[in-house]
């Protein structure tokens, strides 16, 4: 088992581009979650999926970012027309049911993403 | 406000010596409380919970309702400790509130 997969590891973008970063959850994990780390700052929470279902988005920036969980395929999270402070590191993590927060997540690597 | 703070950016120890990681939590409700460590190159890894009041690695944690903390402790440091160590607070069944991280250093 692969684990929780991320890529790309690393991504730069110009400001006014668009960033995708894909997460693969472990095998037979349907729900996924999205942290942002800002740099010198603890993990925030974003966006918490369930296969074609969005749970709770709270934590999204209202503007500019997307999050989709497919039905087939890795969980997406869209960042349109990129800015300086979209830099940071972007976490994924998932569990194979509701309340992963009790018998903890299983992390991907992380996505960091400079703009320039 | 539901926040967890960790005083140190940053903590040097040799090699025996006690370790003690601090992390204090605000919240209003029975918490959950977690610690996570991130060794250099390597994912984000559950260290452990206090409900399950479990070591790992030689690691404890109590939680003190009476001080609102959670102190992760090992009474002789390895140099294989080195690394980040994030304390985190459980804010619903799925979402964690997470302090900034203390980077662990363990001297030869």
């Known amino acids: 088992n692969a684990g929780v997969m991320q890529n790309p590891r690393h991504l730069v973008r110009r400001r006014g581009q668009e960033a995708r970063l894909r997460c693969s959850p472990m095998?037979?994990?349907?729900?996924v979650y999205w942290y942002r780390q800002l740099p010198e700052e603890g993990l925030k929470f974003m966006v918490y999926?369930?296969?074609?279902?969005?749970?709770?988005e709270s934590g999204m920036p209202k503007e500019r970012f997307s999050a989709e969980f497919p039905k087939e395929g890795p969980s997406i999270l869209r960042i349109q027309q990129v800015v300086r402070g979209d830099s940071a590191a972007y976490f994924c993590?998932?569990?194979?049911?509701?309340?992963?927060?009790?018998?903890?997540?299983?992390f991907g690597s992380g996505t960091r993403l400079t703009v320039v | 406000a539901q926040r967890v703070t960790q005083p140190e950016k940053l903590l040097s120890v040799f090699k025996g010596a006690p370790v003690e990681l601090k992390c204090n939590y605000s919240?209003?409700?029975?918490?959950?409380l977690f610690w996570y460590v991130q060794y250099s190159r390597q994912r984000l890894q559950l260290l452990l919970r206090?409900?399950?009041?479990?070591s790992i690695k030689g690691f404890t944690a109590d939680l003190n309702k009476g001080e609102t903390s959670f102190h992760l402790k090992k009474p002789f440091a390895q140099e294989e400790d080195s690394a980040m160590y994030y304390c985190?607070?459980?804010?619903?069944?799925?979402?964690?509130?997470w302090g900034a991280g203390t980077k662990l250093i363990i001297k030869p």
């Open positions: 993590a998932s569990s194979p049911r509701g309340g992963g927060v009790s018998y903890g997540y299983t």
């Open positions: 999926l369930q296969k074609e279902n969005i749970i709770d």
């Open positions: 919240y209003s409700g029975s918490p959950e």
């Open positions: 095998k037979g994990h349907s729900h």
């Open positions: 985190a607070l459980g804010d619903s069944n799925y979402q964690l509130i």
């Open positions: 206090h409900i399950s009041r479990e």
